[in-house]
């Protein structure tokens, strides 16, 4: 079980989250919506502790994490490994050699940038490339894949930290639809298959919608919505998206292309997914 308590983060003039309390029990998949600014990579963040909270508490089996140091915390970013939106893989590098960089919380930075790992380790490492279908791109530089392939190396660089917390932050906010489904579809399997919970960042409706077990809503920091995605009214996600609503619900397209097009005439994400897939089935 994971959990906040009354957690807040205060910038100078604002709360970038206010007061958060959950209770995430473990293997989870949560989907946290919102607006952008609504505070959604604080909220992760601080879960990470790369932002310390000004105020509360977060705690994971019944442990206080809040106030770790040192080691301690290295374990705990062990514990809850991060994705991000732009993926984060150092480009120069190979493939295996970034995802081993995962390893680096139990084995110390110097062993890792001396890429001193053992036999196992790579072993364990090309195991977790193949589970996202990326093995076959280990000795490759990570600057030649494409933005899809860069997130599941990302992801199984997160695997390799055997944690038992995910936790993405806009996971697919760069990719096109089809890299977004194989994205997705990897971190469900793992949640559902290691048992690892997962907390996704999705600024978009129909995501959360199709793959979490629960959705988490913020509007300015403050928790506005928790349930389940059958809760999740079209009056509420309206209440929680305010004026980007439109935007969110039509997602799959890209900003410029929204222009005057009525509502039921754009095409979902998954309409354009269905489409690429079915040009890729007649060509
Ligand atoms: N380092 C920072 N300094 C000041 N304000 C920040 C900082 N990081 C985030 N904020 C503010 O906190 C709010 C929440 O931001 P963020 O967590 O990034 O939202 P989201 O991820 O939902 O888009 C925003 O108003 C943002 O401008
Ligand atoms: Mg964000």
Redesign the pocket.
């Given at each position: 079980m994971l959990t906040t308590e009354k957690l807040t983060k205060s910038?100078?003039t604002?709360n970038?989250v206010s007061d958060v309390s959950l209770s995430i029990p473990q293997g989870q998949m949560v989907g946290v919506i919102?607006r952008?600014?609504?505070?959604?990579?604080?909220?992760l963040r601080m879960v990470n502790r790369l932002a310390e909270p000004t105020d509360g508490r977060i705690t994971f089996e019944g442990r206080d994490v809040t106030a770790l140091r040192g080691s301690a915390l290295l374990e705990w970013r062990a514990t809850c490994a991060m994705v991000f939106q732009q993926f984060n893989l150092v480009g120069r590098l190979d493939v295996l050699t970034n995802v081993l960089t995962g390893r680096l919380y139990h084995h110390g930075f110097v062993a890792s940038m001396l890429q001193l790992f053992t036999a196992s380790e790579r072993a364990f490492a090309i195991r977790a490339l193949d589970r996202l279908g990326m093995a076959h791109t280990a000795l490759q530089q990570a600057d030649t894949l494409s933005g899809g392939q860069m997130q599941r190396v990302a992801i199984a660089r997160a695997l390799v930290q055997e944690p038992r917390i995910l936790l993405a932050d806009e996971p697919i906010a760069s990719l096109d639809p089809l890299n977004a489904k194989v994205v997705m579809d990897a971190l469900r399997t793992i949640n559902r298959e290691d048992g690892i919970t997962v907390v996704c960042?999705l600024h978009t409706l129909d995501t959360a919608r199709s793959y979490c077990d629960r959705i988490i809503g913020?509007k300015d920091?403050v928790l506005v919505f928790d349930g389940t995605p059958e809760m999740l009214t079209q009056e509420m996600a309206r209440e929680i998206y305010g004026a980007e609503a439109d935007g969110a619900f039509a997602e799959g397209l890209t900003s410029t292309s929204l222009g005057g097009v009525p509502a039921k005439q754009r095409l979902t994400e998954r309409d354009l997914a269905k489409n690429a897939q079915l040009g890729m089935a007649a060509s």
């Open positions: 910038f100078k604002r970038a919102g952008s600014g609504a505070g959604k990579s604080t909220l960042n913020l920091g």
